[in-house]
């Protein structure tokens, strides 16, 4: 499936330390493409795995993980606006 997985953490004195640990979580199964966005393909064996470890260090009352499926990329249409950036790729 394709993934397309965007998060926000409250800044607060724990900030930095969880939003590091969700993106080094992030980054090993998808690729990084703006701040605090990421995308790419996942089996559903990888998919639950990714979830498993990254609700290890949400804060459920204060940080949040959208995620975005999609049986396949080629069936979402997508814009880019702005300043091209090579990580987005493959939004192409």
Known sequence: M???LLYDIL?????AYVSGKIFKTCKKYLTHIQKSS?????SE????KLRMELNE????????VLVF???NEKWLEKDFLGME???TSNFF
């Open 2 to 4: 394709y993934i397309i």
């Open 11 to 15: 800044s607060d004195e724990r900030g």
């Open 38 to 42: 990421f995308e790419g393909n996942l």
């Open 45 to 48: 064996a990888n998919y639950m």
């Open 57 to 64: 260090y949400i804060r459920k009352n204060k940080d949040s």
């Open 69 to 71: 499926k999609s049986r």
């Open 85 to 87: 950036d090579d990580k």
